[in-house]
């Protein structure tokens, strides 16, 4: 079985643009995490999706949004990037979603470096 | 996350010995998860608890859930440099619908 795979794996950006990651769950994953990773804040969580619907948001300004599809893809996207999103963005798949449904398996992650 | 201390925060070990991680929280955990990261990678999981007193071993690595489900241990057994990276734990805490983290262990072992 393929893991979850995330594109781009890179990616340099500018002050002030907008950026969009991808990330494919392992296939009948059906809940899709998302979390930021800085060497100042550690891991922490962006968002949940399950079933095309976002089931819970961690603490992060509106700028920061995501989708399901209904083949379980997920993409995030940032808007007005600013220095401090510079950062590995990792995705996360599971079969349910929930409390005690966390065996998750992540993704390569995507570094983002914001200019 | 401050919810959940994991220490130490490095671990330099000559090949060979053993070593101990901790994970300790002031709330009951629900599940706790063990995974581990090599430097700008995702995480690989390894084992996850979930009863208090349950003790699970992968290869050489040994996790163990107290009694009182609020402290976890990662006891590795003649390490290598294969098992050099970051440990990190995460756990399903109350009141919290989302997996949280602690901060890492950063893990070299010398050849």
């Known amino acids: 079985k393929a893991g979850v795979t995330q594109t781009p794996r890179y990616l340099i950006k500018t002050r002030g643009q907008q950026v969009t990651l991808s990330c494919s769950p392992i296939s009948g994953h059906r809940s899709v995490s998302w979390y930021q990773q800085t060497p100042g804040q550690g891991l922490q969580f962006l968002f949940e999706?399950?079933?095309?619907?976002?089931?819970n948001k961690g603490n992060f300004p509106g700028r920061f949004s995501g989708r399901q599809f209904s083949n379980s893809r997920s993409e995030m996207n940032v808007s007005t990037l600013e220095l401090g999103d510079s950062a590995l963005y990792l995705c996360?798949?599971?079969?349910?979603?929930?409390?005690?449904?966390?065996?998750?398996?992540f993704g390569p992650g995507t570094r983002l470096t914001v200019t | 996350s401050q919810e959940l201390e994991q220490s130490p925060q490095s671990l330099i070990v000559q090949e060979g010995k053993n070593l101990t991680i901790n994970c300790t929280s002031s709330k009951t955990l629900y599940g706790l998860y063990w995974y581990k990261q090599k430097y700008g990678e995702g995480l690989i999981f390894l084992m996850m608890?979930?009863?208090?007193?349950e003790e699970k071993s992968h290869e050489k690595i040994t996790a163990k859930l107290d009694e009182k489900k609020q402290q976890s241990s990662l006891h590795i057994t003649a390490s290598q440099p294969s098992h050099a990276g970051i440990y990190l734990c995460?756990?399903?805490?109350?009141?919290?619908?989302?997996?949280?983290f602690g901060s890492g262990t950063q893990l070299t072992v010398l050849p």
């Open positions: 608890l979930q009863k208090g007193g």
């Open positions: 996360a798949s599971s079969l349910a979603a929930g409390s005690g449904s966390y065996e998750q398996y």
């Open positions: 999706y399950f079933s095309e619907t976002q089931r």
């Open positions: 995460g756990a399903d805490l109350p009141s919290a619908r989302q997996l949280t």
